[in-house]
């Protein structure tokens, strides 16, 4: 039996205490003394690209290199996630996450599965997404499901096939996330309740970023997914939202709103080129941009966006959630996500400036 000592994050406070665990938690006890450091659950990036110089559409090598990366900033769970490209690649790279799927990486984190984000995007919204979207037909979904690893998709609700595929994709388990979209919010709306009503878990990938923002006669998608009962990403780099923003997007949907990094495999490296999708990118100052100005992902990592909630003013066990209890939540990880006895032993050990010391997943010492 190993123990753990810190200020706990427990979900609705912070304690003095120590936590007994094997592969799992054992026993939470608190203690008298206050600590220098903090103890808080493992990370969940549900939608991750890259990092360290390599990208999940490279194959396994490159899988195990960006989740080592990530796993140093405290993921212990992760997504590999796919980008637009053409049809046998996106297959080939589901095939590759699929042979990692249910895993741990050695020296890093649990890989949950794949988070298919593209091609079934629309090609008025394509952010960094290259051109080759396609619409989600009956077949193009068969082929998914198949590799059985696919975990969270994202979708254009407008495009055609879209109802059927929401409905196959949410009876298979998979979380329909609805995102690079021109969608109304009469259509994102409609969406969301056939996703529920199907069985799944509906959710919006990058809430603000590649869909149409909120307006007074045209509330849009944003609007839809913050008055459902829906999950929500942010990319919380401060480039890709205000400050300002997130606080609105966390007062609204706190248990449902959903940290993720969207890391390119620039994640990791000095300012310079890069590349995403076979696209050119130009790091620069933090911010990654196509040639046209565009945001190309992010170099985010989830501590980074920890520390930038915090910075808000956010209360720690409340941004604590957002990258923990909450994706866990959105993904049906319900052995994880929390400091509770009988949960996973995956712990961020974080010094009193909250910049990772420890990363522990599944009860052994990863960093």
């Not at 051109?131 to 499901?145: A, H, W």
């Not at 196509?290 to 003013?313: E, F, K």
Request: hydrophobic fraction near 40%.
């Amino acid at each position: 039996m190993t123990e753990l000592s810190g200020n706990l994050v427990l979900p609705n406070t912070v304690v003095s205490g120590k936590i007994n665990f094997e592969t799992t938690i054992q026993n939470i006890a608190p203690t008298k003394h206050e600590m220098d450091r903090y103890i808080l659950p493992g990370f969940i990036d549900g939608h991750i690209h890259g990092g360290d110089g390599a990208d999940t559409m490279d194959g396994v090598e490159a899988i195990h290199t960006l989740s080592r990366f990530h796993a140093r900033h405290g993921t212990t769970t992760l997504l590999p996630t796919t980008i637009t490209s053409p049809w046998p690649d996106v297959i080939n790279t589901l095939q590759a996450i699929a042979e990692v799927t249910g895993q741990q990486i050695p020296d890093g984190p649990m890989i949950h599965g794949a988070h298919l984000e593209g091609p079934f995007v629309s090609p008025h919204k394509l952010g960094a997404q290259p051109p080759f979207n396609i619409p989600p037909t009956p077949d193009k979904i068969s082929e998914v499901l198949a590799t059985n690893c696919v975990r969270v998709v994202t979708l254009a609700p407008e495009l055609p096939h879209a109802q059927t595929a929401m409905e196959s994709f949410a009876k298979a388990g998979v979380c329909v996330s609805l995102g690079h979209t021109v969608a109304s919010y009469e259509q994102a709306h409609q969406a969301i309740c056939h996703i529920c009503k199907a069985g799944g878990v509906a959710g919006g990938t990058h809430l603000f970023n590649a869909m149409p923002p909120i307006e007074s006669r045209r509330p849009g998608p944003v609007t839809a997914l913050m008055c459902s009962d829906a999950y929500a990403e942010m990319i919380f780099d401060t480039h890709h939202i205000h400050p300002a923003t997130f606080q609105l997007a966390q007062r609204v949907m706190p248990e449902r709103l959903v940290f993720v990094t969207d890391a390119m495999r620039a994640a990791g490296l000095p300012d310079g080129p890069s590349l995403l999708g076979g696209q050119d990118v130009i790091v620069e100052n933090g911010t990654a941009r196509l040639p046209n100005g565009s945001l190309a992902g992010s170099v985010l990592t989830l501590d980074v966006a920890l520390r930038n909630a915090i910075n808000t003013g956010t209360a720690l066990h409340e941004a604590v959630a957002l990258l923990t209890r909450n994706p866990a939540n959105y993904l049906g990880l319900h052995d994880r996500g929390t400091l509770e006895t009988g949960k996973r032993a995956d712990f961020v050990v974080m010094d009193s400036n909250l910049h990772v010391q420890e990363v522990w997943v599944g009860g052994q010492r990863i960093y």
